[in-house]
């Protein structure tokens, strides 16, 4: 019996020496930066959008009339509450004389390319004046009766996208009509890297307004700042600007866009690939517009162009009558394509493909590129990496330029 709690006691005494845990209080890790060499870190701290800062902006209102650029996209999200920019302002009395809409109009559901109309908002009675039709600049009369522009809409961060004309339109009328012009702004979902030609002089359009290259790395409150400050505008003006920035944010921040930017850039896939693939749009190729994954497929109806298949098909409000409408299409999937940057190689594996090659590229497609060259360099059967090598001088001009003006660390 001696022996047996001998036994007991022994082993009662190696469990209490044996190292026990270290137990210590809940202490929360302080995040490391977010660097290029570490863009996956989270920030403790959370991001804060331009419309979110209304105790920064909403003093500049006072006593202000005002007009708002915007559309579906410019909304404010809190406790999982999506509130539209103009409800927000309505609630704290500030007083909006009207809405410009840009393409796609005012609640984003028109076709790439539909004009849109003047119209009376029915939800608030606004009136809503189109920007995107005939008249793409607000005129002299339409703010005459108001002292602040507020420009918030999310933007992709390519050249291409119309969204940044008619930001640049607007900031022309602010300098002309002595309005102060507002920008909120808002992360870009391509954004951590530069790429693509810079657009040369003669090849101005509406797709493509300032010489920067197709991916221009900047938020639209740095591309405002950066027009501004370079006077891009009509005659060398400058407005009266003033660019409410974002909080918590870097160039490498993640960023998921809540609501997708335009009818047919619905997930973060169709974003990333939207400055390869709009090239395109002056092809006779289709990109998937009329399916559920546009700007992610490529395709033609002839076999020799891949094993992948689609039939674009009618979509209210993202594609009424789509490029080869109930047509069997044989292309490339690029849905499950891993962060996809820029690249000519899709725009040149199917120019080679492709039976008519005179008829590959249409009159749109200087406009998609900025010049008259890329289509030519194609034809010639140049590399990727030498057509390339013709755009580094400007790209690396701009690059130094666009410093001037970054609001975030890269």
Known sequence: MKLYYACILLLFAFFACKKQPKTTPDIPILPEKITKENPKTENIKTLALGIEQLDTYLPLLKDKRVALVVNHSSILIQKNMKTHLVDTLLSQKVQIKRVF???HGFRGDADAGETVKNEID??????????????????PEQIADVDVVIFDIQDVGVRFFTYISTMHYVMEACAENNKMCIVLDRPNPNGDYVAGAVLQKGFES?????????????????LAQMINGERWLKNGAQCNLKVIPLKNYTHQTPYILPVKPSPNLPNPQSIRLYPSLCFFEGTPLSVGRGTDFPFQVIGYPL??????TFTPVSKVGMAKNPLFENQLCYGLDLRTIKAPTFTLSYLIDFYKKYPEKDKYFSQFFDKLAGNSLLKEQIKKGMSEEDIQKTWQTDLDAYKKLRKKYLLYEE
């Open 101 to 103: 809409a840009p393409e």
């Open 122 to 139: 029915t939800k608030t009675g606004l009136p809503v004046v189109s920007l995107y039709g005939k008249n793409k600049k607000p005129t």
């Open 206 to 222: 509406f797709i493509g307004m300032h010489p920067i290259p197709v991916v221009h790395g900047l938020t639209v409150g740095e």
């Open 303 to 308: 076999k020799n162009m891949g094993d992948f």
